[in-house]
């Protein structure tokens, strides 16, 4: 089993910058990939941006040179750091990870966005 926790959610104004973590629990398994997903008021849950290996990284349209994902294997730890936030980023971030075929999930962080 695989825990993550995340952190960092709160209230920023437009154009702000926001920077979240996710903590992951120790696995026998490697952990392949992590990443973010959100679900705003009234939508579904849609990807964010994903790193594997933590090399390779792919972001959603909507946040493409604006949000940030890395990692940092010796902490188990994924980032991601959010600029240029507009009021359509407001969600619940919700941290994931992929380990031997089995997808993980964080409890999720609010992020608000607003003046």
């Known amino acids: 089993q695989v825990q993550l926790v995340e952190s960092g959610g709160g209230l920023v104004q437009p154009g702000g910058s926001l920077g979240l973590s996710c903590a992951a629990s120790e696995s026998r398994f490697r952990i392949v990939t992590m990443g973010w997903y959100r679900q705003g008021p009234g939508k579904t849950r849609e990807l964010v941006a994903i790193?594997?290996?933590?090399?390779?990284?792919k972001y959603a349209d909507s946040v493409k040179g604006r949000f940030t994902i890395s990692g940092d294997n010796a902490k188990n730890t994924v980032y991601l750091q959010m600029r240029r936030l507009k009021p359509e980023d407001t969600a619940v971030y919700y941290c994931?990870?992929?380990?031997?075929?089995?997808?993980?999930w964080g409890q999720g962080t609010q992020v608000t966005v607003s003046s």
């Open positions: 790193i594997t290996d933590n090399i390779s990284t």
């Open positions: 994931y990870g992929l380990a031997a075929g089995r997808n993980y």
